[in-house]
Structure formats: structure tokens, C-alpha cells
Nanobody, 124 residues
Framework: QLQASGGGLVQAGGSLRLSCAAS???????MGWIRQAPGKEREFVAA????????LYADSVTGRFTISRDNAKSTVYLQMNSLKPEDTAVYYC????????????????????WGQGTLVTVSS
């Protein structure tokens, strides 16, 4: 099970930190954040290997967002800085289903488990 939290309303230029709590075996997988803006398809945001040693980012968030994880707490984080109105979306955390995966995944089809999503709204 994946439980995302931390979304909310923030002004442009502000920051938010999303959390994704994973239970059971899911905490041993590679993880990612995928977002879906209103009226648009899902879009990859960031991914992290099980060890945390490898990360991957979409070009649109590179330099502004940071993905990290604390395996002792079975939690993955997405620190979002310098937020823009175009970052408004429902953010989903997902797990790739590969035990101790050290390859961050970019494509939606590579994720096996999904959380319920948390809404981030950035006002201009």
C-alpha cells in the first residue's frame, strides 16, 4: 500500500514537500512520482532507486525538485521548490515492483503499485 500526503495550495515561487509512506514489501522497491494536470495525461516527475543512490528527473523539474527516501521509515519524499502554476496537478507515488531495484524508472508502464494521489495547486 502507498499513501501520499503533503499536497496543498501554495503561491508561485513557494515550496512543498510530498511524502509517500509504503507498507510491506513495497518499501523494498524502486519508487517514483508521476503527476496528472487537469485535462492532461500523466507525466513522469522523478524516480529513485531502492538504495537512493540513483535518481532521475523530468526536464521540467530538474533543479527545482528533489526526490529522496528514508528506508528506515519506508517513506519517499518529493521536495518541490520554486513552484510554478504549471506544476499544478495530482501527484501520485508509485512503486516499480522490482525488489531492491537500482534503476529508476521513467515510464508509467514500469510501475506496478500506485498510491491514491495528493493534489498540489500553485497559484500565480
Amino acid at each position: 500500500q502507498l499513501q501520499a500526503s503533503g499536497g496543498g495550495l501554495v503561491q508561485a515561487g513557494g515550496s512543498l514537500r510530498l511524502s509517500c509512506a509504503a507498507s510491506g514489501r513495497i518499501s523494498m522497491y524502486g519508487m517514483g512520482w508521476i503527476r496528472q494536470a487537469p485535462g492532461k495525461e500523466r507525466e513522469f516527475v522523478a524516480a529513485i532507486s531502492w538504495s537512493g543512490g540513483s535518481t532521475l528527473y523530468a526536464d521540467s523539474v530538474t533543479g527545482r525538485f528533489t526526490i529522496s527516501r528514508d528506508n528506515a521509515k519506508s517513506t519517499v519524499y518529493l521536495q518541490m521548490n520554486s513552484l510554478k502554476p504549471e506544476d499544478t496537478a495530482v501527484y501520485y507515488c508509485a512503486a516499480d515492483g522490482v525488489f531492491r531495484s537500482d534503476t529508476p524508472k521513467r515510464y508509467e508502464s514500469e510501475y506496478k503499485y500506485w498510491g491514491q494521489g495528493t493534489l498540489v495547486t500553485v497559484s500565480s
